[in-house]
């Protein structure tokens, strides 16, 4: 029987039950523990012989007992189960021979005799080492029994034989006289013969204990054998009897272990000699010949792959068990259910299926577990990551990395139950790796850096954000962190980035990395000390080229993360002037194209990559950078020079001087490092020149494109600080310290730049036509005309030059280069194809990556972007954005441009997108990678509807699209993402609350909402209560309207002015170009009721109430913007579902008790709530499911309820509102609510049947199926609180719905609800109150225009008349009511 042994992770549960299932097997153990005795037997030490002078030590002091370290507790004498004690032993004999004193045992210290031992020296050898013997070499003359001599003593021994010709000890030679000590073998003597026990086998010729091994004199052989003949003299005089009598005293005295012993050395002893007799026997050879015998011949039930033999190392003694993993694998086994097994992945990462049946010399089999099945478990990854070989460290993590970034990739699809990267973590990956850094070996080092990488950077993030970074804004990006906060830093309040990133709360700093990595792996990685031992092995240890790069690949990445974490890589004790002493080097031997051994004193792409991203955290990180090191020389030395002139591989060359360009637009892009401007004037002018030609070769190089369009970005900088405005400061002394500082670029430095770049721009508007060669230029086109952008605003700001000048030059460019392009066919396939490559018009193309995880932010791009989206090659957004900045510029420097620049507005493929957009249906789910594209496509529509409006302010006739853009700005405004609060401020001011973008106000909007009205309510009503009335005055309204929004809606100051910097190009302000985390939206989708929900908090946080003019004025204002929305763009309240809406209306009671009696709020209500009870809206008003902003609607509407009890003194449009929750096919909880806790409101709830705003069918149908809704409903007509001239409606709805249960016939009803029927109906025959039971008895059905609300039977159907008389008759008698 085979037992598995114990594996890791089990339990101690488990090892009890391996341990029965043992000893029920009764197999022998694998291993024996025997116990050396003390005992000597009856020999007394002072019976031993002292012949020669030898040194003795006597120990007469010692302590009676060995000192305890822990007192042990008493214990109870009692005697073995197995072994009796003797009852004639006398004790003090019994106690003498099992002395255990220590002075029975060291009292006297005999020396050993060492004066016959023969002295040999060295034997000289004629060569200078010896041989090299292996042990799998076969020598011949080798003893039979060894012993436990391992084998170099063994071949020493024989080799001292064969020069000596001296017996090795234990080495079976006859005709030899046997060694010292050694018991001969020699033929037994005729005392011998007759030494024989019954007959038995065991022969007396030589003792199996006392054998005199370590006397070396002959007398000690003689005492050996006169000890040896007295003992067996002993034997022969006593009978079988008394033998066996002092046999079995012997073993119940003796300690059983003891006895084992003895009995296994007397065995081998024995087995020994009868070997060596055979051996000796006649015919065999007199030097035993060593033969490869097998010592497991005849095993059956184990089939091993090879026999072992006693020659080999360790194999003297088999265990059969311990070999059954050298067996052939058994079949693999065929899965026949759906029953998950456990993932295996190859070396390379690769997920196995369950049935693959691989070769074995693969390596994938060398687990214990599913044995048959090739490949390891992420368990054994990880058990081998903790192995003592580096080797298999070194394995396991590269196998690891391999399985992280398949899954990444997403390779491994819906094969795999969960996420890999969660189970990773959960289990400890991200500290294992930290605890390999800690590694000795280089090689496990290595290793544990590259599974980092894999972990955390996804290579195509950094190629995303580096092929966009020429983009509109596109050095600014969010920081990859995750968006999810603890809940103790939602409620802080906003702080300024630089502060935020130098404070550390206690909380966080008292956090273990475990549960800091459990929110942000990013945070809990530098909380075990990362950056430290990353500096240390590129300090010290000095790797390879693909470790130096992954270090720099993961510090990029921390750097990434926020301004905090950039911080910390900055301030790490030397490594920064690591990474630039050694990878940015000024002087360096060049290279050759292949690869290279060290990347050490080589100038590095990835190093000057993560400087710029270090510089793009903030302005200071920029500032400390540019002062430090020598860096403006060795940004110099790497900018001056060609990339073919820097002595590197043409690649890393090309990528070398692009990064050292944008680390350069980085600067300035905060004003700084114009004085280098001035230095490398006519290197940038060089390369200017240059930009033509390299347009023109084919096919376009990628890494070129990217350098120049890189030289474009820093050139647009460089213009945009050579304004010469500069906004006066509002905060602090060192902000106005800062903005005080003049730019050290004037405009005539960059004044002569214009001319060298259109240039390139004709150059690549040449290839427009041919989508191949367009695409392939990347973002050349679009850095050209952001630069044209940047020249002519900084052009307009120049107040010492003549205006004419730049308007007539912007004149020459509208004529050369614009008109000519909005002409091209090409230019309109571009709009058609902002559609296709919509994050918003496709939103499953920013679904989350499969292996996405919360706590480490990635963009989701390792497997490449798809080809139509934002950041494909060839979406038309980047260079379509760019040009609309241009012509924003344009037209808002020279308006006379305005006519022949309105017609992109027009663009067919523009409008479709626009509908799309606009049009109901799901939105993208909100992910780093949405974000990111979202934000691109929202600076597009920022743009057309910043040019639609300053063309509207212009066109003397509103445009035909002029209501697609509005609708297009209203729902801008409800997706802009943190970093555009300047965007949405501007939105606010000028296109959403412009009455030239409300055309439906002069082209007949509030005739055609009267008309709708009267069709729908068939009344006209009061004209100055009419819907188009309101509208009119509303629109009449809107500066106000927008005064009003501007005070709630508005982002936070300090937002605002950083956006504000960022997109007015006040490069002095800009503080970072890292935006804020997009946790959402900068508004919420219901901001239209936004101050009105402000207005109702205030007075629930102000006892004593808010002051009547304010809150008239506030809910006025947003209630007509509301009815402006709801009649003319319904589409922008789509994301409000009617029943939030609902009760933001509610609020408008909530606030006070006396707003909703002003006549114009009670107006505006009444026509929203007719648009809330419209057939086509009232279906779509569901109270049972979550609102947004809304805890719970039950709760809002039993405070309403309160409110309506206490301050509404029977008002018609408060009952109205009441009424609305309690229709039939919403939650039977709020009509409990009314009729069981709130029973006062039916004396106020007076609201005629002609002015309810929904039929009176929605309360009646169907049938009430709440038992103790309807005991409640009979119990408030029967004791007076409903009541028909109070309550006319819900006396209507209670009347129908007891008449139709006391009525109901339903066989299926419960013994319960019969039980109460009955007893309802009984209680109904014998009320006193003849109208009511008229009224309960006769009523046919609901109609609301009579008086009383409902009809009544003259005559009792012939069925309900059977049904009464069902009732006792005594209860018929009591009546007394005739049918």
Same mark, same amino acid.
């Given at each position: 029987?085979?037992?598995?042994?114990?594996?890791?992770?089990?339990?101690?549960?488990? =090892?009890?039950?391996?341990?029965?299932?043992?000893?029920?097997? #009764?197999?022998?153990?694998?291993?024996?523990?025997?116990?050396?005795?003390?005992?000597?037997?009856?020999?007394?030490?002072?019976?031993?012989?002292?012949?020669?002078?030898?040194?003795?030590?006597?120990?007469?002091? =010692?302590?009676?007992?060995?000192?305890?370290?822990?007192?042990?507790?008493?214990?109870? %004498?009692?005697?073995?189960?197995?072994?009796?004690?003797?009852?004639?032993?006398?004790?003090?004999?019994?106690?003498?021979?099992?002395?255990?004193?220590?002075?029975?045992?060291?009292?006297?210290?005999?020396?050993?005799?060492?004066?016959?031992?023969?002295?040999?020296?060295?034997?000289?050898?004629?060569?200078?080492?010896?041989?090299?013997? $292996?042990?799998?070499?076969?020598?011949?003359? *080798?003893?039979?029994?060894?012993?436990?001599?391992?084998?170099?003593?063994?071949?020493?021994?024989?080799?001292?034989?064969?020069?000596?010709?001296?017996?090795?000890?234990?080495?079976?030679?006859?005709?030899?006289?046997?060694?010292? /000590?050694?018991?001969?073998?020699?033929?037994?003597?005729?005392?011998?013969?007759?030494?024989?026990?019954?007959?038995?086998? $065991?022969?007396?010729?030589?003792?199996?204990?006392?054998?005199?091994?370590?006397?070396?004199?002959?007398?000690?052989?003689?005492?050996?054998?006169?000890?040896?003949?007295?003992?067996?003299?002993?034997?022969?005089?006593?009978?079988?009897?008394?033998?066996?009598?002092?046999?079995?005293?012997?073993?119940?005295?003796?300690?059983?272990?003891?006895?084992?012993?003895?009995?296994?050395?007397?065995? %081998?002893?024995?087995?020994?000699?009868? *070997?060596?007799?055979?051996?000796?026997?006649?015919?065999?050879?007199?030097?035993?010949?060593?033969?490869?015998?097998?010592?497991?011949?005849?095993?059956?039930?184990?089939?091993?792959?090879?026999?072992?033999?006693?020659?080999?190392?360790?194999?003297?003694?088999?265990?059969?068990?311990?070999?059954?993993?050298?067996?052939?694998?058994?079949?693999?086994?065929?899965?026949?259910?759906?029953?998950?097994?456990?993932?295996?992945?190859?070396?390379?990462?690769?997920?196995?299926?369950?049935?693959?049946?691989?070769?074995?010399?693969?390596?994938?089999?060398?687990?214990?577990?599913?044995?048959?099945?090739?490949?390891?478990?992420?368990?054994?990854?990880?058990?081998?990551?903790?192995?003592?070989?580096?080797?298999?460290?070194?394995?396991?993590? $590269?196998?690891?990395?391999?399985?992280?970034?398949?899954?990444?990739?997403?390779?491994?699809?819906?094969?795999?139950?969960?996420?890999?990267?969660?189970?990773?973590?959960?289990? #400890?990956?991200?500290?294992?790796?930290?605890?390999?850094?800690?590694?000795?070996?280089?090689?496990?080092?290595?290793?544990?850096? @590259?599974?980092?990488?894999? =972990?955390?950077?996804?290579?195509?993030?950094?190629?995303?954000?580096?092929?966009?970074?020429?983009?509109?804004?596109?050095?600014?990006?969010?920081?990859?962190?995750?968006?999810?906060?603890?809940?103790?830093?939602?409620?802080?309040?906003?702080?300024?980035?630089?502060?935020?990133?130098?404070?550390?709360?206690?909380?966080?700093?008292?956090?273990?990395?475990?549960?800091?990595?459990?929110?942000?792996?990013? *945070?809990?990685?530098?909380?075990?000390?990362?950056?430290?031992?990353?500096?240390?092995?590129?300090?010290?240890?000095?790797?390879?080229?693909?470790?130096?790069?992954?270090?720099?690949?993961?510090?990029?990445?921390?750097?990434?993360?926020? +301004?905090?974490?950039?911080?910390?890589?900055?301030?790490?004790?030397?490594?920064?002037?690591?990474?630039?002493?050694?990878?940015?080097?000024?002087?360096?031997?060049?290279?050759?194209?292949?690869?290279?051994?060290?990347?050490?004193?080589?100038?590095?792409?990835?190093?000057?990559?993560?400087?710029?991203?270090?510089?793009?955290?903030?302005?200071?990180?920029?500032?400390?950078?540019?002062?430090?090191?020598?860096?403006?020389?060795?940004?110099?030395?790497?900018?001056?020079?060609?990339?073919?002139?820097?002595?590197?591989?043409?690649?890393?060359? &090309?990528?070398?001087?692009?990064?050292?360009?944008?680390?350069?637009?980085?600067?300035?892009?905060?004003?700084?490092?114009?004085?280098?401007?001035?230095?490398?004037?006519?290197?940038?002018?060089?390369?200017?020149?240059?930009?033509?030609?390299?347009?023109?070769?084919?096919?376009?190089?990628?890494?070129?494109?990217?350098?120049?369009?890189?030289?474009?970005?820093?050139?647009?900088?460089?213009?945009?600080?050579?304004?010469?405005?500069?906004?006066?400061?509002?905060?602090?002394?060192?902000?106005?310290?800062?903005?005080?500082?003049?730019?050290?670029?004037?405009?005539?430095?960059?004044?002569?730049?214009?001319?060298?770049?259109?240039?390139?721009?004709?150059?690549?508007?040449?290839?427009?036509?041919?989508?191949?060669?367009?695409?392939?230029?990347?973002?050349?086109?679009?850095?050209?005309?952001?630069?044209?952008?940047?020249?002519?605003?900084?052009?307009?700001?120049?107040?010492?030059?003549?205006? &004419?000048?730049?308007?007539?030059?912007?004149?020459?460019?509208?004529?050369?280069? +614009?008109?000519?392009?909005?002409?091209?066919?090409?230019?309109?396939?571009?709009?058609?194809?902002?559609?296709?490559?919509?994050?918003?018009?496709?939103?499953?193309?920013?679904?989350?990556?499969?292996?996405?995880?919360?706590?480490?932010?990635?963009?989701?791009?390792?497997?490449?972007?798809?080809?139509?989206?934002?950041?494909?090659?060839?979406?038309?957004?980047?260079?379509?954005?760019?040009?609309?900045?241009?012509?924003?510029?344009?037209?808002?420097?020279?308006?006379?441009?305005?006519?022949?620049?309105?017609?992109? +507005?027009?663009?067919?493929?523009?409008?479709?997108?626009?509908?799309?957009?606009?049009?109901?249906?799901?939105?993208?789910?909100?992910?780093?990678?949405?974000?990111?594209?979202?934000?691109?496509?929202?600076?597009?529509?920022?743009?057309?509807?910043?040019?639609?409006?300053?063309?509207?302010?212009?066109?003397?006739?509103?445009?035909?699209?002029?209501?697609?853009?509005?609708?297009?700005?209203?729902? +801008?405004?409800?997706?802009?993402?943190?970093?555009?609060?300047?965007?949405?401020?501007?939105?606010?001011?000028?296109?959403?609350?412009?009455?030239?973008?409300?055309?439906?106000?002069?082209?007949?909007?509030?005739?055609?909402?009267?008309?709708?009205?009267?069709?729908?309510?068939?009344?006209?009503?009061?004209?100055?209560?009419?819907?188009?009335?309101?509208?009119?005055?509303?629109?009449?309204?809107?500066?106000?309207?927008?005064?009003?929004?501007?005070?709630?809606?508005?982002?936070?100051?300090?937002?605002?002015?950083?956006?504000?910097?960022?997109?007015?190009?006040?490069?002095?302000?800009?503080?970072?170009?890292?935006?804020?985390?997009?946790?959402?939206?900068?508004?919420?989708?219901?901001?239209?009721?936004?101050?009105?929900?402000?207005?109702? $908090?205030? %007075?629930?946080?102000?006892?004593?109430?808010?002051?009547?003019?304010?809150?008239?004025?506030?809910?006025?204002?947003?209630?007509?913007?509301?009815?402006?929305?709801?009649?003319?763009?319904?589409?922008?309240?789509?994301?409000?579902?009617?029943?939030?809406?609902?009760?933001?209306?509610?609020?408008?009671?909530?606030?006070?008790?006396?707003?909703?009696?002003?006549? !114009?709020?009670?107006?505006?209500?009444?026509?929203?709530?007719?648009?809330?009870?419209?057939?086509?809206?009232?279906?779509?008003?569901?109270?049972?499911?979550?609102?947004? /902003?809304?805890?719970?609607?039950?709760?809002?509407?039993?405070?309403?309820?309160?409110?309506?009890?206490?301050?509404?003194?029977?008002?018609?449009?408060?009952?109205?509102?009441?009424?609305?929750?309690?229709?039939?096919?919403?939650?039977?909880?709020? @009509?409990?609510?009314?009729?069981?806790?709130?029973?006062?409101?039916?004396? %106020?709830?007076?609201?005629?049947?002609?002015?309810?705003?929904?039929?009176?069918?929605?309360?009646?149908?169907?049938?009430?199926?709440?038992?103790?809704?309807?005991?409640?409903?009979?119990?408030?007509?029967?004791?007076?609180?409903?009541?028909?001239?109070?309550?006319?409606?819900?006396?209507?709805?209670?009347?129908?719905?007891?008449?139709?249960?006391?009525?109901?016939?339903? !066989?299926?009803?419960?013994?319960?609800? *019969?039980?109460?029927?009955?007893?309802?109906?009984?209680?109904?025959?014998? =009320?006193?109150?003849?109208?009511?039971?008229?009224?309960?008895?006769?009523?046919?059905?609901?109609?609301?225009?009579?008086?009383?609300?409902?009809?009544?039977?003259?005559?009792?159907?012939?069925?309900?008349?059977?049904?009464?008389?069902?009732?006792?008759?005594?209860?018929?008698?009591?009546?007394?009511?005739?049918?």
């Amino acid at each position: 029987m085979m037992l598995s042994r114990p594996k890791p992770g089990e339990s101690e549960v488990d =090892l009890l039950r391996f341990q029965s299932q043992f000893l029920k097997a #009764g197999a022998a153990p694998a291993v024996q523990l025997v116990k050396g005795s003390r005992r000597r037997g009856d020999a007394h030490p002072e019976q031993l012989p002292l012949r020669d002078h030898r040194d003795v030590v006597t120990l007469d002091n =010692l302590p009676d007992l060995p000192p305890a370290l822990v007192p042990a507790p008493a214990k109870r %004498a009692r005697a073995s189960p197995g072994h009796p004690l003797p009852q004639d032993e006398d004790p003090e004999e019994r106690l003498s021979r099992h002395d255990q004193h220590i002075t029975a045992v060291l009292s006297k210290i005999i020396e050993r005799d060492t004066s016959s031992v023969a002295v040999t020296l060295p034997v000289p050898s004629a060569v200078a080492f010896p041989a090299v013997f $292996h042990r799998s070499q076969e020598r011949q003359g *080798k003893s039979a029994t060894s012993g436990k001599r391992s084998i170099f003593a063994q071949e020493i021994a024989a080799r001292r034989v064969t020069e000596n010709r001296v017996p090795a000890a234990g080495e079976v030679v006859p005709s030899l006289d046997p060694p010292e /000590g050694a018991v001969p073998s020699e033929p037994p003597s005729s005392r011998d013969k007759g030494s024989r026990f019954l007959g038995g086998s $065991h022969d007396f010729h030589r003792s199996n204990l006392v054998t005199g091994k370590g006397l070396r004199s002959q007398a000690a052989e003689q005492e050996v054998q006169t000890i040896h003949e007295e003992n067996v003299a002993r034997l022969q005089a006593m009978d079988p009897e008394e033998i066996l009598k002092e046999q079995q005293q012997l073993l119940a005295q003796l300690d059983p272990s003891l006895v084992a012993f003895l009995r296994s050395h007397g065995n %081998a002893l024995e087995q020994a000699g009868t *070997k060596a007799t055979k051996e000796q026997s006649p015919g065999s050879p007199t030097v035993p010949v060593t033969k490869e015998e097998p010592i497991m011949s005849t095993s059956a039930t184990l089939k091993l792959p090879m026999t072992p033999h006693k020659e080999w190392l360790h194999m003297d003694t088999v265990e059969l068990e311990k070999l059954h993993w050298t067996q052939d694998l058994p079949p693999l086994r065929r899965q026949q259910t759906q029953e998950r097994m456990q993932a295996r992945f190859s070396l390379q990462g690769e997920l196995l299926a369950p049935d693959v049946d691989l070769p074995t010399h693969l390596g994938l089999h060398h687990h214990g577990e599913e044995a048959e099945r090739a490949g390891y478990s992420l368990q054994e990854l990880f058990h081998l990551t903790r192995s003592q070989v580096s080797q298999q460290r070194a394995l396991a993590l $590269h196998v690891l990395s391999q399985i992280i970034g398949r899954a990444q990739a997403g390779e491994f699809g819906d094969r795999l139950v969960g996420s890999i990267l969660r189970l990773l973590l959960d289990a #400890g990956f991200l500290f294992l790796l930290r605890f390999s850094l800690d590694d000795r070996v280089d090689g496990v080092i290595a290793a544990a850096v @590259r599974a980092l990488r894999t =972990l955390l950077v996804a290579p195509g993030d950094e190629e995303l954000l580096d092929s966009t970074f020429s983009w509109y804004h596109g050095a600014s990006a969010f920081p990859l962190m995750p968006s999810q906060e603890d809940k103790e830093d939602e409620g802080e309040e906003e702080e300024p980035t630089t502060e935020k990133a130098k404070k550390k709360t206690p909380e966080e700093e008292s956090r273990p990395p475990p549960d800091l990595a459990r929110h942000d792996v990013i *945070k809990g990685l530098l909380a075990t000390n990362l950056l430290p031992r990353l500096r240390y092995v590129l300090e010290v240890t000095c790797p390879g080229p693909s470790v130096v790069l992954d270090i720099l690949a993961v510090l990029t990445r921390v750097a990434r993360h926020s +301004l905090e974490s950039a911080m910390r890589v900055l301030e790490c004790p030397r490594l920064i002037d690591t990474i630039v002493q050694e990878f940015l080097p000024t002087s360096w031997s060049p290279m050759g194209v292949g690869p290279t051994s060290s990347l050490y004193k080589v100038p590095c792409a990835a190093a000057m990559k993560l400087l710029r991203v270090l510089a793009s955290a903030g302005r200071n990180i920029a500032a400390r950078l540019l002062s430090s090191l020598d860096f403006r020389s060795r940004l110099c030395r790497f900018v001056a020079e060609a990339p073919q002139e820097l002595a590197l591989p043409p690649e890393e060359a &090309e990528t070398l001087s692009t990064e050292a360009l944008r680390l350069w637009a980085v600067l300035a892009s905060y004003g700084q490092g114009g004085d280098l401007y001035r230095e490398l004037y006519p290197v940038l002018m060089r390369a200017l020149q240059t930009l033509p030609t390299e347009l023109s070769t084919h096919p376009p190089r990628p890494l070129s494109m990217q350098r120049m369009a890189s030289l474009l970005t820093l050139l647009t900088q460089l213009t945009l600080a050579a304004s010469s405005t500069h906004p006066e400061s509002t905060s602090g002394s060192a902000e106005a310290y800062v903005s005080a500082i003049p730019s050290s670029i004037t405009w005539t430095q960059v004044s002569g730049l214009q001319p060298l770049v259109e240039p390139c721009l004709k150059q690549a508007l040449k290839f427009l036509p041919r989508p191949d060669v367009w695409n392939a230029l990347g973002p050349v086109p679009s850095a050209c005309l952001l630069f044209l952008s940047a020249y002519y605003q900084a052009w307009s700001q120049q107040v010492s030059l003549c205006p &004419e000048d730049w308007l007539q030059d912007m004149e020459r460019l509208l004529d050369e280069f +614009l008109l000519p392009l909005l002409n091209q066919a090409s230019l309109g396939h571009l709009w058609d194809s902002l559609r296709h490559c919509s994050a918003l018009c496709n939103p499953l193309s920013c679904a989350p990556a499969p292996e996405a995880l919360p706590s480490l932010v990635s963009l989701g791009c390792a497997g490449g972007c798809p080809s139509l989206s934002v950041a494909a090659s060839a979406s038309p957004f980047p260079f379509l954005t760019a040009l609309l900045s241009l012509l924003n510029t344009l037209v808002r420097i020279h308006r006379g441009l305005w006519g022949q620049l309105a017609a992109v +507005l027009a663009t067919p493929g523009l409008q479709k997108y626009f509908l799309q957009c606009v049009a109901p249906g799901p939105a993208p789910q909100l992910t780093p990678f949405s974000a990111w594209a979202l934000r691109h496509e929202y600076h597009l529509q920022y743009l057309v509807l910043s040019l639609a409006q300053k063309v509207a302010l212009l066109q003397p006739e509103p445009a035909t699209n002029t209501a697609l853009h509005h609708a297009m700005a209203l729902a +801008l405004l409800s997706r802009l993402l943190p970093g555009s609060e300047y965007l949405a401020q501007e939105l606010l001011l000028s296109c959403v609350f412009r009455l030239e973008f409300l055309p439906e106000n002069a082209s007949g909007g509030p005739e055609a909402a009267d008309f709708s009205d009267g069709l729908s309510l068939g009344n006209s009503g009061d004209p100055q209560c009419r819907r188009g009335a309101l509208l009119v005055q509303a629109c009449q309204d809107l500066p106000s309207i927008r005064s009003c929004y501007l005070a709630h809606c508005s982002p936070a100051r300090a937002s605002l002015l950083t956006s504000q910097a960022l997109y007015r190009g006040e490069l002095l302000r800009v503080s970072s170009l890292l935006l804020p985390v997009p946790k959402e939206p900068l508004l919420p989708t219901d901001w239209p009721f936004q101050p009105l929900i402000h207005l109702y $908090h205030q %007075a629930s946080d102000t006892p004593s109430g808010l002051p009547a003019a304010d809150s008239v004025g506030i809910a006025m204002r947003v209630l007509q913007w509301v009815l402006v929305l709801e009649s003319w763009r319904p589409e922008a309240l789509w994301a409000v579902p009617p029943a939030a809406r609902l009760a933001r209306l509610m609020c408008v009671f909530l606030v006070d008790s006396e707003l909703f009696r002003e006549t !114009p709020v009670q107006h505006l209500v009444a026509a929203l709530l007719a648009r809330l009870c419209q057939p086509q809206v009232l279906p779509s008003l569901n109270l049972d499911c979550p609102l947004p /902003g809304l805890t719970s609607f039950p709760d809002l509407y039993a405070s309403f309820l309160d409110h309506f009890e206490a301050v509404s003194f029977g008002d018609h449009l408060f009952g109205a509102l009441v009424l609305l929750p309690l229709q039939r096919h919403f939650s039977v909880t709020l @009509r409990l609510a009314l009729f069981g806790e709130h029973v006062g409101v039916l004396r %106020a709830l007076g609201l005629p049947l002609t002015q309810l705003p929904v039929p009176l069918e929605c309360y009646t149908e169907p049938a009430e199926d709440s038992l103790a809704l309807l005991q409640l409903y009979f119990r408030a007509l029967v004791t007076g609180a409903l009541r028909p001239h109070w309550c006319p409606v819900l006396y209507t709805v209670v009347l129908a719905h007891v008449n139709s249960f006391i009525f109901s016939q339903d !066989p299926k009803s419960s013994d319960e609800v *019969k039980a109460a029927r009955r007893s309802m109906l009984q209680k109904t025959w014998l =009320l006193a109150d003849e109208g009511l039971r008229q009224h309960l008895l006769h009523y046919k059905l609901p109609n609301s225009s009579l008086p009383e609300g409902f009809e009544l039977y003259s005559q009792l159907p012939h069925l309900r008349q059977q049904y009464l008389q069902t009732l006792p008759t005594e209860v018929l008698q009591n009546g007394g009511f005739k049918t």
